[in-house]
């Protein structure tokens, strides 16, 4: 029995899960104890339910996992509020119990799993259809049991949240305060993937960058609780012209970028890519949004706004100095009128 001890107790050192952990521990305590069913149980107070997660049977009593019991009736609320941990007598006890009726139990041990805080938040219990005297040494290790099992619960717990602030912050990191639009670092990202997939199957991908024209003219004469109110005016118009068909993101400078896959057929993907900065263009005030496009391509089409892409870098530069040609244009259309009015 010792060597068997043994190799459990080393599976429960080397446990990398709660399952992991449990089922030598029932295993342990099945040995020290000879009950014939031994099992670790999650109570929710809510709704009045003990639910059977983790079970080891060896005998006529059968305890299966899954089996969900109202709380009233079970023997380890009887247990909790009346500090009974081991009953070797259970009809005389508990002869009101449905339960223990049913399964014909008449010995029952146990010890309550406990959060941090202490609140009860499950069980480990044995039962027997047999009268039995649990020893001292098997009642300390039900204890211990359930003790170690706690630990693991609450640092199972611990983890998942570090995991999910990990995961907050991470998210964070790809997000623009100001805009709540993805940030530089995201589009990055997403337009690497997109021309990852543009250069295994020949398709088409539009990079399109969106300057308000004069934003920082606004923050220096207007103050930047207006330029930020304007800022995000247009994120949300912005955002609601770019749909689901890209990626919109704030990247600084009162400059947007969007990047969208499109056609696989050129005419088509150079159609799609003008229609994109006119529709960024026409949800906000046209006369103070410059839009340009740049598409990318991986055959050698004549002419157009075309250009080969091989890098994220280069993808948003072309689009970029696509944006100047369009500014300069602009100006010298407008002959120096104003280039922004906000009210």
Not at 85 to 94: G, Y
Not at 179 to 204: C, F, I, K, V, W
């Amino acid at each position: 029995m010792d060597e068997l001890l043994e190799r459990l107790s080393q599976k429960v050192v080397a446990a990398q899960n709660l399952e992991g952990l449990v089922r030598p521990l029932l295993e342990m305590l099945g040995i020290l104890t000879g009950l014939e069913s031994t099992y670790l149980t999650s109570i929710d107070f809510s709704r009045e339910v003990q639910t059977v997660l983790y079970s080891r049977n060896e005998g006529r009593a059968q305890v299966l996992e899954g089996l969900q019991v109202q709380w009233f009736d079970t023997l380890c609320k009887r247990s909790l509020e009346s500090g009974r941990r081991v009953v070797s007598n259970v009809k005389e006890i508990w002869g009101d119990s449905r339960a223990a009726a049913d399964l014909e139990i008449r010995t029952y041990a146990s010890a309550p799993v406990c959060a941090e805080n202490g609140a009860v938040i499950g069980t480990i219990c044995g039962i027997s259809r047999e009268s039995l005297e649990i020893s001292s040494r098997a009642r300390s290790a039900l204890n211990v049991f359930a003790k170690l099992i706690s630990e693991h619960i609450e640092r199972e717990r611990l983890i998942e949240q570090l995991t999910l602030a990990n995961e907050h912050l991470a998210r964070r990191a790809l997000i623009d305060d100001m805009t709540g639009l993805p940030n530089r670092r995201a589009m990055h990202e997403e337009l690497g993937r997109m021309l990852a997939n543009s250069s295994s199957d020949q398709s088409y991908v539009a990079v399109c960058i969106v300057d308000l024209e004069g934003f920082k003219a606004l923050n220096d004469q207007r103050g930047h609780a207006v330029g930020d109110q304007f800022l995000q005016a247009c994120a949300d118009r912005l955002l609601a012209a770019a749909s689901d068909s890209g990626q919109l993101a704030y990247i600084g400078g009162g400059r947007f970028a969007f990047a969208g896959s499109v056609s696989d057929e050129f005419a088509q993907a150079s159609v799609q890519a003008e229609a994109i900065a006119e529709r960024l263009s026409r949800a906000t005030a046209g006369d103070y949004v410059l839009p340009s496009v740049s598409l990318n391509y991986s055959g050698a089409p004549a002419g157009g706004v075309a250009v080969r892409f091989l890098t994220v870098a280069q993808a948003l530069d072309q689009a970029d100095q696509q944006m100047y040609r369009v500014k300069r244009a602009r100006a010298a259309a407008r002959a120096g009128k104003s280039a922004w009015a906000f009210e």
